[in-house]
């Protein structure tokens, strides 16, 4: 791998505008069944619902085999096949209000290259920062990974033990929400939609359920629990969850924040997260 050629992307930068708009929000609010009274212009934009807003819509020629944008472009071209949503930080400096002009000013920070169980991993962080009438509203780190397909046969990490949780809900999302999500975060990503792609070039035996919307049921668990606005999350990805498993969303305090984790049927961790939260 010519790492040299890669780090050549580290400093690229990016900016893009937007309008968070209330339909997007409304249409998100269905996707994750969100009760409560109807979004309207000027709420604060529930937390990691940024995702839906400053999508690329690239014509079918500039896409990849997997259907996200072809490499080369702001992210390097990392040249191992699979490509995945592994992990972030995001720090919510201020409400970002539903219905304003916004900014995105991305940065490639970090390049780094691994060897994990599966192969060679490359991780690649951006950090992106989203701005409404000049204020800075959230700051957030973007851990992406790439690896080659998991050989046929590898054996998956045991569980590890974790502790008890305060509050557990359960969710098992079916295709219609993956196929809502992925609309409106324009995710063109095969692993979301197309089955036999996952079996037959990713080595998945079902469809991906999207790390990003784990994250955010998490976030808002955590919101809900708290009662509270978030002022920081992070996460990572440990294990892919895939349609047709029920995932168990836990949560318990964590000294003035909460921990957060799904778990799969087997008792494998799918995604841990913590966060801290505001008066």
């Known amino acids: 791998m010519e790492r040299e050629h890669l780090r050549q992307w580290i400093g690229r930068r990016h900016v893009d505008h937007d309008i968070a708009s209330l339909r997007h929000a409304r249409l998100m609010a269905a996707t994750v069944d969100r009760g409560g009274p109807a979004l ?27 259907g996200h944008p072809a490499r080369g472009g702001f992210l390097p071209p990392v040249p191992l096949s699979n490509r995945m949503w592994a992990g972030g930080r995001i720090d919510f400096l201020a409400p970002l209000p539903i219905g304003t002009a916004i900014e995105k000013r991305s940065r490639v920070q970090s390049i780094e290259h691994k060897h994990g169980r599966s192969g ?70 095969r692993i979301h939609y197309d089955a036999d792609y996952c079996r037959q070039v990713e080595g998945y035996d079902n469809l991906v359920i999207h790390g990003p919307l784990i994250a955010t049921m998490l976030a808002g668990l955590a919101e809900e629990m708290g009662g509270g606005a978030l002022k920081r999350f992070a996460y990572r990805a440990q294990n892919p969850a895939l349609l047709g498993t029920q995932l168990m969303l836990n949560a318990r305090r964590d000294g003035i924040g909460w921990a957060l984790w799904t778990t799969l049927a087997d008792g494998r961790v799918g995604m841990q997260a913590e966060a801290s939260l505001g008066g």
Do not use: K, M
């Open 40 to 66: 309207e212009e000027g709420d604060a934009l529930p937390p990691l619902w940024h995702w839906l807003y400053f999508l690329d819509g690239l014509p079918p020629a500039q896409l990849g085999p997997d």
């Open 120 to 189: 060679d991993l490359v991780f690649v962080t951006v950090l992106h920062e989203v701005l409404a009438a000049g204020t800075c509203c959230l700051r957030e780190e973007h851990d992406i990974v790439y690896r080659n397909p998991v050989a046929p046969g590898l054996v998956p990490a045991s569980a590890a033990a974790q502790p008890a949780a305060e509050h557990q809900r359960t969710w098992q999302p079916d295709s219609t929400q993956l196929f809502r999500y992925s609309a409106l975060t324009f995710n063109g990503h």
